[in-house]
């Protein structure tokens, strides 16, 4: 059964960080285009990052430009997203995805597996 989990989610106060995983099962991760979303209640869901499936192409959203890292690990079969100097904007629930096609991008309708989500709550 394919399947992506996410977690690492939690509560940080501004500045802090936090480091999120999306674990893929039944499936390689590494033959996937994989990005990641958030979403606030009321709002759509708005890409953060992605990273193309050779790696070449790596994106991040404005907003989050010189905060986030994404990242592969290949042997546990997962992808990381790395995330420092958060602010309450930040605050949302965070999901992974993987598209079959090569490259990567903003539109959920591209990604054919979505995980759960984990909450992010940013606040003093």
């Known amino acids: 059964q394919v399947q992506l989990v996410e977690s690492g989610g939690g509560s940080v106060q501004p500045g802090g960080s936090l480091r999120l995983s999306c674990a893929g099962s039944?499936?390689?991760?590494?033959?996937?285009?994989i990005g990641w979303f958030r979403q606030d209640p009321g709002k759509e869901r708005e890409g953060v990052s992605c990273i193309s499936r050779d790696e070449g192409n790596i994106y991040y959203a404005d907003s989050v430009k010189g905060r986030f890292t994404i990242s592969r690990d290949v042997a546990k079969n997962t992808v990381y997203l790395q995330m420092s100097s958060l602010k309450p904007e930040d605050t949302a629930v965070y999901y992974c995805?993987?598209?079959?096609?090569?490259?990567?991008?903003?539109?959920?309708?591209?990604?054919?597996?979505w995980g759960q989500g984990t909450q992010v709550t940013v606040s003093s």
């Open positions: 039944g499936f390689t991760l590494d033959d996937y285009a």
């Open positions: 995805a993987a598209a079959s096609f090569p490259s990567c991008g903003w539109v959920p309708g591209w990604y054919d597996y």
